[in-house]
């Protein structure tokens, strides 16, 4: 019995299991390897049409004379540049951007603090409120237009006319102002959710300790809270912003471009089906790649200046 204790454990005949710096890289190479897939999947659903309308935008190529198609260089951007409608439709899609994305934000930083509280019935009133996310964006414009802020049998009428206030032809007399309330409504629910997520991944140790300190709920929310959340309210900013720049079914179904609310997206929908210039068209859509690029890099840089401690950028 004692030999037999004392005897050598044998190794049964296989691979060796690799450690350290090898077994390292081998995880590693096995984690790209399955990566791949995924890259190679993207590349094709989107690098591909990106290239294929870059070819596109240096074709001259109207769907009225198909016959007559060819190269034309950068004829097609000096185009672009040189048309006024450019310009203007920059202007209305960074400023109905921007300002969804702004009061997005603070919509959903102000409901996304109230959900994280314990209350009666949490649970229906989260699931409530990312309702207006989960609606296709072609039935929430319907919806708005014709139940909501119908200059006739609208809701928001209905409501004034018991204030004793006229009605407003909301659709045309503040078109401006409809777009961005619709994308408010619906693009809120998406950051709330985002910053929820951040407020729950809180340490509540350090909520509790901060308690027992004296600390006040404004001062634990604008030293504690706030800086925890900067990674997911940038990521909530950047994806709104993206989503937003893209924004077609709102504008197309309710103001057709009308009073200052012609966007990128809805310019070139003009351009390629209604003028159809495929050619100009698809500069249009490089224009609006670039300027999504630009303007999710300014919001990144610029917005959150605020989190930063003491000027010191990360």
Known sequence: ?????????????????????????????????????????????????????????????????????????????????????????LGATVAVTGTAVVVSTLLGMLFAVLLDRKFVGRGLARTLMITPFLVMPAAAALVWKWSILDASTGMANWGLGLLGLPPVAWNTELPMVTIILVLTWQYTPFVMLILLAGLQAQDKDVLEAAAVDGAGALRT????????L?????????????????????????????????????????????????????????????????????????????????????
């Open 1 to 89: 019995m004692t030999a037999l204790m004392s005897a050598p454990t044998r190794r049964r005949p296989g691979r060796a299991p690799q450690t350290g710096q090898a077994g390292h890289r081998h995880r590693l190479a096995v984690s790209r390897a399955l990566l791949w897939p995924a890259l190679a999947t993207s590349i094709v659903l989107t690098q591909i049409p990106f290239l294929l309308t870059i070819y596109y935008s240096l074709q001259s190529w109207n769907m009225l004379r198909p016959g007559d198609r060819g190269f034309t260089g950068l004829d097609n951007y000096v185009s672009v540049l040189r048309d006024g409608s450019f310009l203007s439709s």
């Open 221 to 228: 929310f604008g030293e504690i809270t706030l800086p925890h």
């Open 230 to 314: 900067r990674q997911y309210v940038e990521i909530a900013v950047l994806l709104a912003s993206i989503m937003l720049l893209q924004v077609f079914d709102p504008i197309a179904i309710m103001t057709r471009g009308t009073g200052g609310t012609k966007t990128l997206s809805y310019l070139l929908y003009e351009r390629a089906f209604v003028g159809l210039e495929v050619g100009e068209a698809a500069a249009y859509g490089v224009m609006t790649v670039l300027v999504t690029i630009v303007v999710a890099s300014v919001a990144l840089r610029t917005l959150f200046k605020v989190f930063s401690k003491e000027g010191i950028d990360r």
